[in-house]
């Protein structure tokens, strides 16, 4: 189990912006598949509490992860799992973590209300960058590709100021986008 403070900057960016920045810091790295099965009651009541909860498929490592928020960023609490996520799955909560299960139960989360609603897949390419990660993101969930850069860091003063510097070199603007989970539910209930 491990859990850490999650300090990220993100851009939403276009096809032609994720091909110039990939080939400025990433042209010598091959992306790695990671699909994400996304957890939520009927009610939506995660995202109620500004909350998310995941299981990350990467090469053949199960990982759960329940995102809550924190004074700066999100509080992660991350858990090696042997379970094989499906759409429609039903998440037994007593199941889950012990750490994750007192959440859901403060959260009012019942024992069999939470269900696997949806599944993203990332070909992601990360590369240290002025001591930081720089994450870039294809990621594809029903009929729709975004393109998503990522920086994340250890302090948010000094990190801001690393990514707009680096925003600047394409010309972009900082708009910090919602995060993947919100955009996947948002394009869903639009379907």
């Known amino acids: 189990m491990s859990t850490n403070n999650e300090i990220e900057f993100k851009q939403l960016i276009d096809f032609n912006t994720y091909n110039a920045i990939k080939a400025s810091y990433f042209?010598?790295?091959?992306?790695?598949t990671q699909i994400n099965y996304y957890i939520e009651t009927p009610s939506f009541k995660l995202r109620d509490h500004r909350s998310a909860l995941r299981i990350r498929v990467k090469q053949n490592i199960f990982e759960i992860t329940l995102k809550v928020p924190a004074k700066v960023g999100l509080i992660e609490y991350n858990h090696?799992?042997?379970?094989?996520p499906h759409i429609g799955q039903t998440i037994v909560k007593s199941t889950l973590p012990n750490d994750i299960q007192k959440i859901l139960t403060e959260f009012d989360i019942g024992e069999n209300e939470l269900s696997v609603l949806g599944a993203l897949?990332?070909?992601r390419l990360e590369v240290e960058f002025q001591n930081e990660l720089l994450v870039l993101d294809k990621s594809q969930y029903f009929d729709k590709t975004d393109y998503e850069l990522e920086f994340e860091v250890n302090d948010y003063e000094i990190g801001f100021e690393k990514f707009q510097n680096l925003l600047k070199q394409f010309n972009l603007v900082h708009e910090p986008p919602k995060n993947k989970v919100q955009r996947f539910f948002e394009y869903q209930a639009q379907l």
């Not at 042209?27 to 790695?32: D, E, I, M, R, Y």
């Not at 090696?80 to 094989?84: G, V």
């Open 27 to 32: 042209k010598q790295l091959t992306p790695f």
């Open 80 to 84: 090696l799992i042997d379970m094989n």
């Open 121 to 123: 897949t990332t070909e």
